[in-house]
């Protein structure tokens, strides 16, 4: 049966050039090391079929390491799980020494004979090494090759073995040479030797600028086992956002589906017949491998054809998202598992379609098979399905969360559409320690911000109250409002019920110590007005320092007038009223007048004391006053 697909070939560039294997271009991330010194350095890692790479970020991460580990079978609990507060293992394997062995191969969804070598491991699948690392609690995988030999990129399973884990793998997983992997495992060797890394995938995807183009390699056969399945579910859930960010003008997406020949020796046989349109030039592998039942390759081709047309009409008309719609929509249609497809089940008739029968070119069908071969810094399309980024395949499993990271890491930074800045798409950077960031101990506002590329330290926006300042030391409320956040930073205390602040609302920055008090606006101070001599001054007066004032009550019979800071002799004679009232009326006139000459003797005191104090200063060191000079000094000059 595997005949029937076997007869139809693909055009690559190993057709072109007629030599043994198609271009594949392994795709890489940067491995630095920090710590040791002796081994600091930058290398490549490729990345792995499997597993969610982390496109745009980086992660910084403490080397584990079990000498002879290949991490086939399954760790004893979660010996790399680390704290929150602690730096994330990755988890160093062995790739395994003994000789590697062959497995015979299904090839009828996907063309991957050569791919053989990319799958295994010597012992076991390269999957399940980085699943077992994941149970074992380890943020991330590094496969140390065992040989030497350039870096190869780590392929999933074959379908139908036992390996539903692979679509449940969500770290990270690359492969190093073997070099390398010595060097770290040498330095891991020392006792106490702490090894550091950053996995960095900023590079890994191009980004250069506000807009992503993309493919999707796909095929419109639904029945190919698991691999049909996933990409199933891929289009569903991703359709939204694909839709979003074609409709916001953020991407531009294009639909792309291989499509075999047949060479010219079978062109009269039975399988080209069923399995090809236009006499052999547009060809699919039969969905059930039978030309007795079912429907045949050619049936594939045409529904190819058919949401290629889609796309088409609907790019012409500025409507490129239909495609998802007619792809989502033709799967409960049409499915070919349910035995309901068939021929105008899709009633869309396309003139752009052309006549199968004919012996002739399809322009659609021609760009297709010429754009499946490689060119520049892209290889063949081989894995079906698969999606290329700013012309970069992807890696990775073919999941909505997982593909959408990578497209969102393909805009030029701070050109990412808002799905990218969403919460699915945090890394939880900011979960350990804050992510470094500055935070506020009393309210918790923070600076850590987690973004698809990782966390950032900005100072926020809470409540529209902006904060300034680094993002990892310092943020301040400023403008308006920034009273109500913390106070505006600035110095504020509660006592007996009574509240004073050195924020003023009236003023956009900075902090001033209310009347009463001294300092700098972050530290303020009661101002002892009776020891100071600043008021309540007269011989028969009685002063009491207060919080934020003072008291001051007059001896024997005499009542305290505040306003001449005096105290007069208390009389019950009504007819005295009319003097009594005049001395509140010149009082309350006068009073203001003393405050302020209160005030101002207060500043001039400060003042000669800051004028004394850097007289002295420089005759001796008074660093723990500085400040404190620093600020009366800023206040005289305020005067
Ligand atoms: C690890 O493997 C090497 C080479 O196969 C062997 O020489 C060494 O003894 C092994 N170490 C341990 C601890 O098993
Ligand atoms: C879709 O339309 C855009 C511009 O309108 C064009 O650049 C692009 O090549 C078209 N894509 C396809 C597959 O025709
Ligand atoms: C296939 O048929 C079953 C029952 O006949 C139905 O429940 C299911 O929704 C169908 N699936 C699709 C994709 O049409
Ligand atoms: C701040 O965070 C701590 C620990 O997470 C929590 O206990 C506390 O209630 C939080 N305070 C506020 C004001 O949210």
């Known amino acids: 049966m595997a005949g029937f697909a076997a007869v139809l070939a693909v055009l690559t560039a190993a057709a072109v050039v007629g030599s043994a294997s198609a271009r594949f271009v392994v795709e890489k991330s940067a491995v630095k090391v920090i710590r040791p010194e002796h081994i600091k350095g930058r290398h490549d890692a490729a990345l792995a079929n499997f597993g969610v790479p982390n496109y745009g970020g980086t992660m910084v991460g403490v080397v584990k390491y079990q000498v002879n580990s290949t991490a086939c079978n399954a760790f004893d609990g979660e010996p790399f799980k680390t704290g929150a507060s602690r730096r994330p293992a990755i988890l160093l394997v062995d790739r395994g020494d003994q000789k590697l062995r062959q497995r015979s191969m299904l090839r009828h969804c996907t063309r991957r004979a050569w791919l053989i070598r990319y799958l295994l491991a010597p012992d076991c699948y390269f999957a399940l090494k980085a699943w077992n690392a994941q149970q074992a609690g380890a943020a991330a995988v590094l496969v140390a090759d065992n040989i030497d030999e350039p870096l190869l990129t780590m392929d999933n399973p074959e379908e139908s073995q036992n390996t539903d884990y692979v679509d449940k793998i969500n770290i990270p997983a690359a492969l190093i040479n073997r070099e390398f992997g010595a060097a770290l495992k040498k330095a891991l060797a020392k006792r106490d030797e702490l090894v550091i890394i950053k996995l960095d995938?900023?590079?890994?995807?191009?980004?250069?600028?506000?807009?992503?183009?993309?493919?999707?390699?796909?095929?419109?056969?639904?029945?190919?086992?698991?691999?049909?399945?996933?990409?199933?579910?891929?289009?569903?859930?991703?359709?939204?956002?694909?839709?979003?960010?074609?409709?916001?003008?953020?991407?531009?997406?294009?639909?792309?589906?291989?499509?075999?020949?047949?060479?010219?020796?079978?062109?009269?046989?039975?399988?080209?017949?069923?399995?090809?349109?236009?006499?052999?030039?547009?060809?699919?592998?039969?969905?059930?491998?039978?030309?007795?039942?079912?429907?045949?390759?050619?049936?594939?081709?045409?529904?190819?054809?058919?949401?290629?047309?889609?796309?088409?009409?609907?790019?012409?008309?500025?409507?490129?998202?239909?495609?998802?719609?007619?792809?989502?929509?033709?799967?409960?249609?049409?499915?070919?598992?349910?035995?309901?497809?068939?021929?105008?089940?899709?009633?869309?008739?396309?003139?752009?379609?052309?006549?199968?029968?004919?012996?002739?070119?399809?322009?659609?069908?021609?760009?297709?098979?010429?754009?499946?071969?490689?060119?520049?810094?892209?290889?063949?399309?081989?894995?079906?399905?698969?999606?290329?980024?700013?012309?970069?395949?992807?890696?990775?499993?073919?999941?909505?969360?997982?593909?959408?990271?990578?497209i969102c890491a393909g805009f030029k930074e701070a050109t990412e559409p808002p799905v990218c800045l969403n919460q699915d798409m945090e890394t939880n950077e900011c979960l350990r320690s804050n992510g470094g960031c500055w935070q506020d101990p009393k309210s918790n506002i923070t600076a850590c911000k987690d973004t698809f590329r990782g966390r950032l330290c900005v100072c926020p926006v809470v409540n529209n109250v902006k904060y300034e300042g680094d993002g990892y030391i310092a943020c301040k409320a400023v403008g308006p409002g920034r009273c109500a956040m913390d106070n505006g930073g600035c110095w504020t205390e509660t006592k007996d019920k009574q509240t004073y602040s050195a924020c003023l609302d009236s003023e956009l920055t900075g902090c001033r110590c209310p009347n009463g008090f001294y300092g700098d606006g972050y530290k303020c101070e009661d101002i002892d007005e009776c020891k100071e001599k600043l008021a309540c001054n007269c011989p028969e007066c009685q002063c009491k320092n207060k919080w934020g004032g003072y008291d001051c009550k007059c001896k024997g019979d005499l009542v305290y007038i505040k306003g001449e800071d005096t105290c007069i002799a208390k009389s019950n004679n009504a007819s005295k009223f009319g003097w009594i009232l005049s001395i509140i009326v010149i009082s309350c006139v006068a009073g203001a007048g003393l405050a302020g000459y209160i005030f101002y003797k207060y500043r001039l005191r400060t003042y000669m004391d800051s004028e004394i104090m850097a007289i002295m200063s420089q005759y001796m060191p008074l660093d723990s006053h500085n400040n404190e000079i620093q600020s009366l000094r800023q206040e005289s000059t305020a005067l």
């Open 201 to 406: 995938w900023r590079e890994s995807m191009p980004h250069p600028d506000e807009r992503v183009e993309y493919e999707f390699w796909t095929n419109s056969n639904d029945e190919c086992g698991p691999r049909c399945d996933d990409q199933m579910s891929f289009v569903k859930n991703f359709k939204g956002h694909a839709q979003l960010l074609e409709r916001g003008g953020f991407t531009q997406f294009t639909p792309r589906y291989i499509t075999w020949f047949c060479p010219d020796a079978y062109l009269l046989s039975k399988q080209c017949k069923a399995q090809c349109i236009n006499k052999g030039r547009y060809c699919a592998p039969d969905p059930e491998q039978d030309f007795s039942e079912g429907y045949d390759g050619k049936d594939v081709v045409i529904e190819n054809l058919r949401q290629l047309c889609v796309h088409r009409v609907g790019n012409e008309t500025g409507r490129p998202w239909v495609w998802w719609d007619f792809v989502t929509d033709f799967h409960v249609r049409c499915s070919m598992k349910n035995k309901s497809y068939s021929r105008d089940c899709a009633e869309e008739v396309n003139r752009c379609m052309g006549d199968p029968e004919a012996d002739a070119e399809n322009d659609v069908l021609k760009i297709e098979q010429e754009i499946q071969i490689g060119h520049g810094s892209r290889g063949d399309v081989t894995i079906l399905p698969t999606l290329v980024i700013n012309n970069i395949q992807y890696r990775g499993k073919l999941e909505s969360k997982t593909v959408l990271k990578a």
